[in-house]
Protein backbone atom coordinates (compact mmCIF):
# COMPACT_ATOMS: atom_id res chain seq x y z
CA UNK A 1 0.00 0.00 0.00
CA UNK A 2 1.38 3.62 -1.13
CA UNK A 3 1.87 5.82 1.84
CA UNK A 4 2.22 9.39 2.02
CA UNK A 5 6.27 10.57 2.57
CA UNK A 6 7.29 12.60 4.81
CA UNK A 7 7.49 16.32 2.96
CA UNK A 8 3.99 14.68 1.58
CA UNK A 9 2.69 14.95 5.21
CA UNK A 10 4.67 18.18 6.26
CA UNK A 11 3.05 19.94 3.14
CA UNK A 12 -0.60 18.07 4.59
CA UNK A 13 -0.44 19.78 7.66
CA UNK A 14 1.33 22.96 6.45
CA UNK A 15 -1.27 23.84 4.21
CA UNK A 16 -4.58 22.27 6.37
CA UNK A 17 -2.97 24.33 9.19
CA UNK A 18 -2.75 27.54 7.22
CA UNK A 19 -6.06 27.23 5.15
CA UNK A 20 -7.81 26.38 7.93
CA UNK A 21 -6.39 29.50 10.05
CA UNK A 22 -7.36 32.28 7.34
CA UNK A 23 -10.77 30.53 6.92
CA UNK A 24 -11.99 30.94 10.95
CA UNK A 25 -10.17 33.83 11.34
CA UNK A 26 -11.96 35.94 8.09
CA UNK A 27 -14.78 34.21 8.75
CA UNK A 28 -15.00 35.51 12.51
CA UNK A 29 -14.25 38.93 10.82
CA UNK A 30 -17.00 38.93 8.17
CA UNK A 31 -19.33 38.05 11.02
CA UNK A 32 -18.44 41.29 13.04
CA UNK A 33 -19.82 43.11 10.09
CA UNK A 34 -22.83 41.42 9.88
CA UNK A 35 -22.05 38.94 7.05
CA UNK A 36 -22.27 35.44 6.16
CA UNK A 37 -19.14 33.46 7.45
CA UNK A 38 -18.53 31.55 4.34
CA UNK A 39 -17.53 35.26 2.58
CA UNK A 40 -14.59 35.14 4.78
CA UNK A 41 -13.90 31.66 4.36
CA UNK A 42 -13.94 32.39 0.28
CA UNK A 43 -11.97 35.22 1.14
CA UNK A 44 -9.25 33.07 2.48
CA UNK A 45 -8.90 30.66 -0.57
CA UNK A 46 -8.81 33.70 -2.50
CA UNK A 47 -5.78 35.18 -0.80
CA UNK A 48 -3.85 31.80 -0.79
CA UNK A 49 -4.96 30.77 -4.27
CA UNK A 50 -3.66 31.70 -7.41
CA UNK A 51 -5.52 34.84 -7.29
CA UNK A 52 -3.32 36.53 -4.95
CA UNK A 53 -0.43 34.25 -3.24
CA UNK A 54 -0.22 32.33 -6.58
CA UNK A 55 0.03 35.90 -8.48
CA UNK A 56 3.01 37.52 -5.62
CA UNK A 57 4.70 34.66 -4.89
CA UNK A 58 4.20 31.71 -7.07
CA UNK A 59 6.72 29.58 -5.57
CA UNK A 60 5.26 29.26 -2.23
CA UNK A 61 1.91 28.85 -4.03
CA UNK A 62 2.76 25.63 -5.43
CA UNK A 63 4.90 24.58 -2.48
CA UNK A 64 1.58 24.87 -0.31
CA UNK A 65 -1.21 23.99 -2.84
CA UNK A 66 0.16 21.80 -5.44
CA UNK A 67 -2.16 21.42 -8.19
CA UNK A 68 -1.21 17.76 -8.65
CA UNK A 69 0.34 15.05 -7.04
CA UNK A 70 -0.81 12.84 -3.35
CA UNK A 71 -1.49 16.24 -1.70
CA UNK A 72 -3.57 18.00 -4.12
CA UNK A 73 -5.27 14.40 -4.03
CA UNK A 74 -5.32 14.84 -0.10
CA UNK A 75 -6.95 17.79 0.00
CA UNK A 76 -9.53 17.24 -2.05
CA UNK A 77 -10.52 14.12 -0.25
CA UNK A 78 -10.48 16.16 2.71
CA UNK A 79 -12.78 19.01 1.01
CA UNK A 80 -15.27 16.08 -0.47
CA UNK A 81 -15.46 15.02 3.22
CA UNK A 82 -15.98 18.14 4.31
CA UNK A 83 -18.84 18.79 1.96
CA UNK A 84 -20.41 15.58 2.61
CA UNK A 85 -20.84 16.53 6.87
CA UNK A 86 -21.34 20.18 5.77
CA UNK A 87 -24.47 18.91 3.44
CA UNK A 88 -25.85 16.54 6.48
CA UNK A 89 -26.12 19.53 8.83
CA UNK A 90 -27.72 21.29 5.89
CA UNK A 91 -29.94 18.49 5.70
CA UNK A 92 -30.50 18.28 9.41
CA UNK A 93 -31.88 21.78 9.65
CA UNK A 94 -34.72 20.40 7.29
CA UNK A 95 -37.97 20.73 9.41
CA UNK A 96 -40.06 18.52 6.93
CA UNK A 97 -42.85 18.78 9.42
CA UNK A 98 -42.53 22.88 9.61
CA UNK A 99 -44.15 22.38 5.52
CA UNK A 100 -46.93 21.13 6.43
CA UNK A 101 -47.42 22.94 9.87
CA UNK A 102 -47.34 26.51 7.47
CA UNK A 103 -50.13 25.00 5.37
CA UNK A 104 -50.61 26.54 1.48
CA UNK A 105 -48.45 29.22 2.71
CA UNK A 106 -45.13 28.23 2.50
CA UNK A 107 -46.49 25.75 -0.24
CA UNK A 108 -47.16 28.59 -2.28
CA UNK A 109 -43.85 30.42 -1.65
CA UNK A 110 -41.94 27.44 -2.32
CA UNK A 111 -43.51 26.90 -5.32
CA UNK A 112 -43.19 30.18 -7.38
CA UNK A 113 -39.78 31.02 -5.93
CA UNK A 114 -38.45 27.89 -7.93
CA UNK A 115 -40.89 27.94 -11.01
CA UNK A 116 -40.43 31.81 -12.17
CA UNK A 117 -36.65 31.65 -11.46
CA UNK A 118 -36.18 27.68 -13.17
CA UNK A 119 -38.10 28.99 -15.69
CA UNK A 120 -35.93 32.17 -16.50
CA UNK A 121 -32.86 30.50 -16.39
CA UNK A 122 -33.95 27.64 -18.54
CA UNK A 123 -34.79 30.09 -21.07
CA UNK A 124 -31.90 32.28 -20.83
CA UNK A 125 -29.46 29.08 -21.17
CA UNK A 126 -31.16 28.01 -24.11
CA UNK A 127 -31.51 31.47 -25.56
CA UNK A 128 -28.50 32.67 -25.22
CA UNK A 129 -25.76 30.06 -24.44
CA UNK A 130 -22.80 31.62 -25.61
CA UNK A 131 -22.89 34.81 -23.71
CA UNK A 132 -23.31 32.57 -20.57
CA UNK A 133 -20.22 30.83 -21.26
CA UNK A 134 -21.19 27.09 -22.19
CA UNK A 135 -17.96 25.32 -22.54
CA UNK A 136 -18.09 23.38 -26.28
CA UNK A 137 -18.12 20.16 -24.72
CA UNK A 138 -21.20 20.98 -22.08
CA UNK A 139 -24.36 19.12 -23.66
CA UNK A 140 -26.85 22.26 -24.10
CA UNK A 141 -29.26 20.60 -21.95
CA UNK A 142 -27.33 20.00 -18.97
CA UNK A 143 -26.17 23.32 -19.04
CA UNK A 144 -29.61 25.02 -19.34
CA UNK A 145 -30.80 22.45 -16.60
CA UNK A 146 -27.61 23.79 -14.42
CA UNK A 147 -28.43 27.53 -15.10
CA UNK A 148 -32.15 27.00 -14.23
CA UNK A 149 -31.37 25.23 -10.97
CA UNK A 150 -28.58 27.79 -9.91
CA UNK A 151 -30.72 30.42 -10.46
CA UNK A 152 -34.08 29.21 -8.36
CA UNK A 153 -31.76 27.07 -5.39
CA UNK A 154 -31.94 29.21 -2.08
CA UNK A 155 -29.39 29.08 0.70
CA UNK A 156 -31.41 27.45 4.08
CA UNK A 157 -29.22 27.90 6.57
CA UNK A 158 -28.16 31.89 5.39
CA UNK A 159 -32.24 32.63 5.35
CA UNK A 160 -32.51 30.99 8.41
CA UNK A 161 -29.38 33.01 10.11
CA UNK A 162 -30.94 36.20 8.89
CA UNK A 163 -33.88 35.86 10.46
CA UNK A 164 -32.35 34.87 13.54
CA UNK A 165 -29.73 37.67 13.34
CA UNK A 166 -33.12 39.81 12.96
CA UNK A 167 -35.00 38.31 15.89
CA UNK A 168 -37.63 36.97 13.02
CA UNK A 169 -37.02 33.59 13.15
CA UNK A 170 -39.80 32.55 15.13
CA UNK A 171 -42.03 35.53 14.18
CA UNK A 172 -44.98 34.71 11.70
CA UNK A 173 -43.22 35.80 8.88
CA UNK A 174 -40.04 33.57 9.51
CA UNK A 175 -41.96 30.55 9.64
CA UNK A 176 -43.36 30.73 6.85
CA UNK A 177 -40.13 32.09 4.89
CA UNK A 178 -38.58 29.06 6.42
CA UNK A 179 -41.46 26.78 5.41
CA UNK A 180 -41.23 27.83 1.95
CA UNK A 181 -37.56 27.73 1.97
CA UNK A 182 -37.30 24.20 2.90
CA UNK A 183 -39.80 23.27 0.51
CA UNK A 184 -37.35 25.03 -2.05
CA UNK A 185 -34.28 23.32 -1.04
CA UNK A 186 -36.07 19.71 -0.89
CA UNK A 187 -36.91 20.25 -4.66
CA UNK A 188 -33.83 22.27 -5.95
CA UNK A 189 -31.83 19.28 -4.44
CA UNK A 190 -33.91 16.98 -6.18
CA UNK A 191 -33.17 18.42 -9.44
CA UNK A 192 -29.67 19.16 -8.43
CA UNK A 193 -28.86 15.40 -8.00
CA UNK A 194 -30.42 14.66 -11.12
CA UNK A 195 -28.33 16.96 -13.05
CA UNK A 196 -25.21 16.31 -11.19
CA UNK A 197 -26.29 12.24 -12.30
CA UNK A 198 -26.17 13.68 -15.75
CA UNK A 199 -23.12 15.44 -15.66
CA UNK A 200 -21.49 12.23 -15.79
CA UNK A 201 -23.05 10.62 -18.30
CA UNK A 202 -21.37 12.17 -22.10
CA UNK A 203 -24.05 10.60 -23.79
CA UNK A 204 -28.12 12.16 -22.22
CA UNK A 205 -30.45 10.88 -24.30
CA UNK A 206 -34.08 10.88 -23.34
CA UNK A 207 -34.14 7.39 -21.85
CA UNK A 208 -31.42 8.58 -19.51
CA UNK A 209 -33.08 11.26 -18.02
CA UNK A 210 -36.03 9.45 -17.44
CA UNK A 211 -33.82 6.57 -15.32
CA UNK A 212 -32.00 9.49 -13.95
CA UNK A 213 -34.86 11.15 -12.09
CA UNK A 214 -36.80 8.02 -11.35
CA UNK A 215 -33.62 6.75 -9.33
CA UNK A 216 -33.55 10.33 -7.67
CA UNK A 217 -37.10 10.25 -6.52
CA UNK A 218 -37.00 6.15 -5.61
CA UNK A 219 -33.67 7.41 -3.57
CA UNK A 220 -35.39 10.30 -1.92
CA UNK A 221 -38.66 8.68 -1.07
CA UNK A 222 -36.54 5.48 0.49
CA UNK A 223 -34.63 7.76 2.62
CA UNK A 224 -36.84 10.04 3.93
CA UNK A 225 -39.77 7.12 4.66
CA UNK A 226 -38.14 3.55 5.67
CA UNK A 227 -34.99 5.12 6.68
CA UNK A 228 -36.56 8.15 8.43
CA UNK A 229 -38.74 5.46 10.41
CA UNK A 230 -34.86 3.56 10.81
CA UNK A 231 -33.06 6.00 12.09
CA UNK A 232 -36.35 7.56 14.85
CA UNK A 233 -36.49 3.85 16.10
CA UNK A 234 -32.38 3.22 16.54
CA UNK A 235 -31.78 6.45 18.11
CA UNK A 236 -32.86 6.01 21.40
CA UNK A 237 -30.92 2.19 21.28
CA UNK A 238 -27.62 4.45 20.43
CA UNK A 239 -28.54 6.41 23.38
CA UNK A 240 -29.21 4.11 26.09
CA UNK A 241 -25.81 2.24 25.30
CA UNK A 242 -23.04 4.47 24.50
CA UNK A 243 -21.87 7.60 26.09
CA UNK A 244 -23.33 10.76 25.32
CA UNK A 245 -22.61 12.89 22.96
CA UNK A 246 -20.57 10.81 21.24
CA UNK A 247 -22.57 7.98 20.25
CA UNK A 248 -25.09 10.21 19.07
CA UNK A 249 -22.25 11.69 17.07
CA UNK A 250 -20.62 8.64 15.56
CA UNK A 251 -23.66 7.94 14.40
CA UNK A 252 -24.74 10.78 12.49
CA UNK A 253 -21.52 11.26 10.84
CA UNK A 254 -21.30 7.32 9.89
CA UNK A 255 -24.63 7.04 8.65
CA UNK A 256 -24.04 10.34 6.71
CA UNK A 257 -20.85 9.15 4.59
CA UNK A 258 -22.66 5.46 4.27
CA UNK A 259 -25.70 7.68 2.79
CA UNK A 260 -23.18 9.24 0.17
CA UNK A 261 -21.93 6.21 -0.55
CA UNK A 262 -25.13 4.49 -1.60
CA UNK A 263 -26.26 7.65 -3.56
CA UNK A 264 -22.90 7.69 -4.96
CA UNK A 265 -22.97 4.09 -6.01
CA UNK A 266 -26.60 4.29 -7.61
CA UNK A 267 -25.11 7.18 -9.99
CA UNK A 268 -26.31 10.45 -8.28
CA UNK A 269 -23.50 12.75 -6.53
CA UNK A 270 -22.62 11.86 -3.17
CA UNK A 271 -23.99 15.06 -1.72
CA UNK A 272 -26.95 14.37 -2.32
CA UNK A 273 -27.79 11.26 -0.10
CA UNK A 274 -25.90 13.03 2.83
CA UNK A 275 -28.08 15.98 2.46
CA UNK A 276 -31.41 13.25 2.74
CA UNK A 277 -29.91 11.15 5.38
CA UNK A 278 -29.50 14.89 7.20
CA UNK A 279 -33.04 15.33 7.30
CA UNK A 280 -34.09 11.86 7.97
CA UNK A 281 -32.09 12.65 10.93
CA UNK A 282 -32.89 15.79 11.71
CA UNK A 283 -37.53 14.82 11.71
CA UNK A 284 -36.49 12.75 14.62
CA UNK A 285 -38.01 13.63 17.88
CA UNK A 286 -34.97 11.73 19.47
CA UNK A 287 -32.40 13.39 18.32
CA UNK A 288 -31.12 16.21 21.47
CA UNK A 289 -31.21 19.86 20.60
CA UNK A 290 -27.54 19.79 22.16
CA UNK A 291 -26.45 17.11 19.79
CA UNK A 292 -27.72 19.29 16.99
CA UNK A 293 -26.02 21.89 18.08
CA UNK A 294 -22.32 19.92 18.69
CA UNK A 295 -22.76 18.58 14.90
CA UNK A 296 -23.54 21.97 14.06
CA UNK A 297 -20.81 23.68 15.27
CA UNK A 298 -17.85 20.78 14.61
CA UNK A 299 -18.75 21.13 10.85
CA UNK A 300 -19.13 24.74 10.34
CA UNK A 301 -16.21 25.57 12.42
CA UNK A 302 -13.69 22.80 11.31
CA UNK A 303 -15.19 20.86 7.88
CA UNK A 304 -16.70 23.72 6.55
CA UNK A 305 -14.23 26.56 6.43
CA UNK A 306 -11.82 23.99 5.14
CA UNK A 307 -14.47 23.34 1.89
CA UNK A 308 -14.91 27.16 1.06
CA UNK A 309 -11.48 28.08 1.59
CA UNK A 310 -10.30 24.94 -1.13
CA UNK A 311 -12.60 26.62 -3.62
CA UNK A 312 -10.55 29.82 -3.60
CA UNK A 313 -7.43 27.57 -4.50
CA UNK A 314 -9.55 26.06 -8.16
CA UNK A 315 -9.55 29.31 -9.71
CA UNK A 316 -7.77 32.89 -10.18
CA UNK A 317 -10.45 35.23 -9.89
CA UNK A 318 -8.98 37.98 -11.26
CA UNK A 319 -8.11 36.64 -14.50
CA UNK A 320 -11.98 34.75 -15.01
CA UNK A 321 -13.80 38.02 -13.84
CA UNK A 322 -15.90 39.29 -17.02
CA UNK A 323 -17.84 42.38 -15.49
CA UNK A 324 -21.04 41.92 -18.28
CA UNK A 325 -21.28 38.25 -17.18
CA UNK A 326 -21.53 38.90 -13.21
CA UNK A 327 -23.72 41.65 -13.88
CA UNK A 328 -25.88 39.38 -16.43
CA UNK A 329 -26.14 36.47 -13.43
CA UNK A 330 -26.90 38.68 -10.80
CA UNK A 331 -29.13 40.90 -12.10
CA UNK A 332 -30.97 37.63 -13.54
CA UNK A 333 -30.77 35.65 -10.56
CA UNK A 334 -32.00 38.67 -8.19
CA UNK A 335 -35.28 39.88 -10.17
CA UNK A 336 -36.34 36.27 -11.26
CA UNK A 337 -36.09 35.25 -7.19
CA UNK A 338 -37.44 38.00 -6.06
CA UNK A 339 -39.94 38.13 -8.44
CA UNK A 340 -40.95 34.58 -7.80
CA UNK A 341 -40.75 34.96 -4.12
CA UNK A 342 -43.33 38.21 -3.97
CA UNK A 343 -45.74 36.90 -6.19
CA UNK A 344 -45.78 33.55 -4.28
CA UNK A 345 -46.46 35.76 -1.18
CA UNK A 346 -49.34 37.42 -2.58
CA UNK A 347 -51.04 34.57 -4.38
CA UNK A 348 -50.77 33.72 -0.53
CA UNK A 349 -52.45 36.63 0.30
CA UNK A 350 -49.71 38.27 2.65
CA UNK A 351 -49.46 41.97 2.59
CA UNK A 352 -47.35 43.84 -0.10
CA UNK A 353 -44.38 44.82 2.81
CA UNK A 354 -44.45 41.20 3.77
CA UNK A 355 -44.03 39.99 0.41
CA UNK A 356 -41.18 42.28 -0.35
CA UNK A 357 -39.34 40.81 3.33
CA UNK A 358 -40.17 37.29 1.42
CA UNK A 359 -38.88 37.99 -1.62
CA UNK A 360 -35.46 39.33 -0.56
CA UNK A 361 -35.05 36.86 2.32
CA UNK A 362 -35.62 34.07 -0.60
CA UNK A 363 -33.12 35.65 -2.33
CA UNK A 364 -30.44 34.27 -0.25
CA UNK A 365 -28.13 31.74 -2.37
CA UNK A 366 -24.53 31.49 -0.13
CA UNK A 367 -22.93 28.22 -0.01
CA UNK A 368 -25.38 26.17 -1.99
CA UNK A 369 -24.93 28.21 -4.60
CA UNK A 370 -21.26 27.61 -4.79
CA UNK A 371 -21.49 24.10 -3.69
CA UNK A 372 -23.57 23.52 -7.31
CA UNK A 373 -20.62 25.67 -8.79
CA UNK A 374 -18.11 23.87 -7.76
CA UNK A 375 -19.30 20.32 -8.82
CA UNK A 376 -20.31 21.92 -12.47
CA UNK A 377 -16.60 23.21 -12.88
CA UNK A 378 -14.90 19.96 -12.31
CA UNK A 379 -17.52 17.69 -14.62
CA UNK A 380 -17.13 20.50 -17.03
CA UNK A 381 -20.39 22.16 -17.83
CA UNK A 382 -19.49 25.60 -16.70
CA UNK A 383 -16.48 27.73 -17.58
CA UNK A 384 -14.35 29.29 -15.17
CA UNK A 385 -15.97 32.95 -15.98
CA UNK A 386 -19.56 31.56 -15.26
CA UNK A 387 -18.13 30.21 -11.75
CA UNK A 388 -16.96 33.36 -11.04
CA UNK A 389 -19.84 35.13 -12.04
CA UNK A 390 -22.01 32.37 -9.51
CA UNK A 391 -19.90 32.78 -7.01
CA UNK A 392 -20.15 36.33 -6.52
CA UNK A 393 -23.76 36.05 -7.39
CA UNK A 394 -24.06 33.83 -4.21
CA UNK A 395 -22.00 35.89 -1.58
CA UNK A 396 -23.92 39.77 -3.21
CA UNK A 397 -27.17 37.82 -2.65
CA UNK A 398 -26.48 36.53 0.63
CA UNK A 399 -25.05 40.57 1.69
CA UNK A 400 -28.43 42.29 0.73
CA UNK A 401 -30.89 40.16 1.61
CA UNK A 402 -30.45 41.12 5.63
CA UNK A 403 -30.16 44.99 4.90
CA UNK A 404 -33.09 45.12 2.29
CA UNK A 405 -35.26 43.42 4.96
CA UNK A 406 -34.59 45.81 7.61
CA UNK A 407 -35.45 48.74 5.37
CA UNK A 408 -38.54 47.08 4.09
CA UNK A 409 -39.42 46.27 7.73
CA UNK A 410 -38.16 49.66 9.03
CA UNK A 411 -41.08 52.12 7.53
CA UNK A 412 -43.83 49.73 8.66
CA UNK A 413 -44.11 50.65 12.30
CA UNK A 414 -45.58 54.45 12.60
CA UNK A 415 -46.18 54.21 16.23
CA UNK A 416 -43.59 53.51 18.54
CA UNK A 417 -43.97 50.10 20.96
CA UNK A 418 -43.21 53.11 24.06
CA UNK A 419 -46.39 55.15 21.84
CA UNK A 420 -48.75 51.72 22.46
CA UNK A 421 -48.10 50.84 25.91
CA UNK A 422 -49.92 51.92 28.92
CA UNK A 423 -49.79 51.46 32.58
CA UNK A 424 -53.44 49.52 32.69
CA UNK A 425 -51.46 46.52 30.19
CA UNK A 426 -48.08 46.04 32.56
CA UNK A 427 -47.51 43.69 35.00
CA UNK A 428 -44.72 44.37 37.41
CA UNK A 429 -44.84 41.02 38.94
CA UNK A 430 -45.92 38.29 36.15
CA UNK A 431 -46.94 35.58 38.86
CA UNK A 432 -46.97 32.67 36.53
CA UNK A 433 -44.56 29.54 35.97
CA UNK A 434 -44.64 28.42 32.71
CA UNK A 435 -45.80 29.96 29.53
CA UNK A 436 -49.63 29.09 29.17
CA UNK A 437 -50.43 30.61 32.60
CA UNK A 438 -48.34 33.23 32.05
CA UNK A 439 -50.63 33.77 28.55
CA UNK A 440 -53.86 33.41 30.64
CA UNK A 441 -52.50 36.11 33.03
CA UNK A 442 -51.52 38.68 30.77
CA UNK A 443 -54.96 38.42 28.36
CA UNK A 444 -56.94 38.71 31.17
CA UNK A 445 -55.97 42.70 31.45
CA UNK A 446 -56.85 43.61 27.63
CA UNK A 447 -60.67 41.66 28.17
CA UNK A 448 -61.20 43.84 30.68
CA UNK A 449 -61.04 46.91 28.65
CA UNK A 450 -62.16 45.35 25.21
CA UNK A 451 -65.35 42.94 25.99
CA UNK A 452 -63.58 40.43 23.80
CA UNK A 453 -63.86 36.92 24.61
CA UNK A 454 -60.75 35.69 26.86
CA UNK A 455 -61.10 32.06 25.81
CA UNK A 456 -60.92 33.16 22.17
CA UNK A 457 -57.97 35.11 22.44
CA UNK A 458 -55.84 32.43 24.89
CA UNK A 459 -56.69 30.21 22.63
CA UNK A 460 -55.04 31.85 19.47
CA UNK A 461 -52.22 32.88 21.41
CA UNK A 462 -51.72 29.31 22.23
CA UNK A 463 -52.12 28.08 19.68
CA UNK A 464 -49.76 29.93 17.71
CA UNK A 465 -47.07 29.04 20.64
CA UNK A 466 -47.70 25.53 19.89
CA UNK A 467 -46.79 25.68 16.57
CA UNK A 468 -43.50 27.08 17.08
CA UNK A 469 -42.48 28.81 20.81
CA UNK A 470 -42.10 32.54 20.84
CA UNK A 471 -39.06 32.80 22.94
CA UNK A 472 -36.54 34.40 20.84
CA UNK A 473 -33.57 34.23 23.79
CA UNK A 474 -31.84 37.27 25.94
CA UNK A 475 -34.91 36.77 28.30
CA UNK A 476 -37.34 37.75 25.89
CA UNK A 477 -40.59 35.98 25.02
CA UNK A 478 -43.00 37.37 22.33
CA UNK A 479 -46.50 35.39 22.25
CA UNK A 480 -48.88 36.94 19.76
CA UNK A 481 -52.12 36.59 17.44
CA UNK A 482 -53.48 38.30 15.50
CA UNK A 483 -57.78 38.70 16.48
CA UNK A 484 -60.55 39.15 14.74
CA UNK A 485 -62.80 42.23 15.62
CA UNK A 486 -60.00 43.87 17.35
CA UNK A 487 -59.15 47.76 16.32
CA UNK A 488 -56.11 48.61 16.86
CA UNK A 489 -53.03 46.70 18.22
CA UNK A 490 -52.38 46.06 21.92
CA UNK A 491 -49.27 45.37 23.68
CA UNK A 492 -49.03 43.51 27.18
CA UNK A 493 -45.71 43.74 29.39
CA UNK A 494 -44.84 41.15 31.80
CA UNK A 495 -42.23 41.04 34.13
CA UNK A 496 -40.65 37.70 35.52
CA UNK A 497 -38.31 37.73 38.66
CA UNK A 498 -37.58 33.78 38.16
CA UNK A 499 -37.84 33.57 34.80
CA UNK A 500 -40.29 31.32 32.22
CA UNK A 501 -38.98 28.60 29.73
CA UNK A 502 -40.28 29.96 26.62
CA UNK A 503 -38.20 27.30 24.39
CA UNK A 504 -35.70 29.70 23.71
CA UNK A 505 -32.86 28.78 21.07
CA UNK A 506 -30.01 30.08 23.77
CA UNK A 507 -31.81 28.08 26.41
CA UNK A 508 -32.55 31.29 28.64
CA UNK A 509 -35.24 31.70 30.42
CA UNK A 510 -37.76 34.62 29.32
CA UNK A 511 -38.14 37.84 31.84
CA UNK A 512 -39.56 39.70 29.88
CA UNK A 513 -42.42 38.93 28.48
CA UNK A 514 -44.23 41.15 25.62
CA UNK A 515 -48.02 39.88 24.39
CA UNK A 516 -48.93 41.26 21.64
CA UNK A 517 -52.63 41.00 20.12
CA UNK A 518 -53.03 42.89 16.21
CA UNK A 519 -56.10 43.26 14.61
CA UNK A 520 -57.00 40.13 12.14
CA UNK A 521 -56.91 42.68 9.02
CA UNK A 522 -53.61 44.33 9.78
CA UNK A 523 -51.07 41.84 8.31
CA UNK A 524 -47.96 44.10 8.88
CA UNK A 525 -48.76 45.55 13.07
CA UNK A 526 -47.44 42.06 14.34
CA UNK A 527 -44.44 41.89 12.48
CA UNK A 528 -43.23 45.61 12.63
CA UNK A 529 -43.65 45.60 16.58
CA UNK A 530 -42.30 42.18 17.28
CA UNK A 531 -39.09 43.45 15.10
CA UNK A 532 -39.10 46.97 16.96
CA UNK A 533 -38.98 45.50 20.34
CA UNK A 534 -36.32 42.89 19.24
CA UNK A 535 -34.34 45.73 18.08
CA UNK A 536 -34.34 47.52 21.17
CA UNK A 537 -33.85 44.17 23.31
CA UNK A 538 -30.58 42.97 20.97
CA UNK A 539 -28.25 45.07 23.81
CA UNK A 540 -28.68 42.22 26.61
CA UNK A 541 -27.58 44.76 28.90
CA UNK A 542 -31.43 45.72 28.63
CA UNK A 543 -32.45 42.58 30.41
CA UNK A 544 -30.53 43.38 33.18
CA UNK A 545 -32.05 47.16 33.48
CA UNK A 546 -35.52 45.91 32.86
CA UNK A 547 -35.02 43.80 35.94
CA UNK A 548 -34.29 46.59 38.28
CA UNK A 549 -37.48 48.64 36.95
CA UNK A 550 -39.80 49.56 40.13
CA UNK A 551 -43.14 50.67 38.21
CA UNK A 552 -44.34 51.59 34.75
CA UNK A 553 -42.64 54.63 34.59
CA UNK A 554 -39.33 53.26 34.74
CA UNK A 555 -40.29 51.20 31.90
CA UNK A 556 -41.21 53.38 29.79
CA UNK A 557 -38.11 55.50 30.51
CA UNK A 558 -36.03 52.40 29.51
CA UNK A 559 -38.26 52.14 26.12
CA UNK A 560 -37.67 55.31 25.30
CA UNK A 561 -34.46 56.23 25.95
CA UNK A 562 -33.28 52.86 24.20
CA UNK A 563 -31.43 52.73 20.84
CA UNK A 564 -33.66 51.61 18.33
CA UNK A 565 -32.78 49.24 14.66
CA UNK A 566 -30.25 47.22 13.25
CA UNK A 567 -27.10 48.98 13.09
CA UNK A 568 -25.85 48.73 9.33
Not at 96 to 121: A, D, E, T, V
Not at 169 to 189: F, Q
Not at 532 to 549: Q, T, V
Request: hydrophobic residues 55%.
Amino acid sequence: METLSHHNILVMLLSLGVLLAAARILGELAQLIKQPAVVGELLAGILLGPTILGTLSPELSLFLFPPTGPNAIALDAIATLAIILFLMVAGIEVDLSSIWRQGPKGLKIGIMSILIPFSCGLAAALILPDVLGRPETSPLLVFSLFIATALSISALPVIAKTLMDMDLYRSDLGMVVISAAILNDLIGWIIFAIILALMGNPGVTADSVVFTIGMTLAFTVLILTFGRHLIHKSLPFVQAYTRWPGGELSFAVVLAILGAALSELIGIHAIFGAFLVGAALGDSSHLKERTRFTIDHFVSFIFAPIFFASIGLKVNFMEHFDFKMVALVFILACFCKIAGGVIGARWALMSRKEAWATGFAMNSRGAMEIILGVMALEAGIISHSLFVALVVMALGTSMISGPMIRIILRYQQHLSVADMLTSKYFLHRLQASNPKEAICEMVELPCRTTGLDKNLIEAAVWERELSLSTGIGKGLALPHARIEGLKHAIIVVGISKDGIDFDAPDDKLAHVIFLILTPLSDADAQLAIASEISGIFRNESMLEKALKIKNFTDFMALLRTAPRGWPF
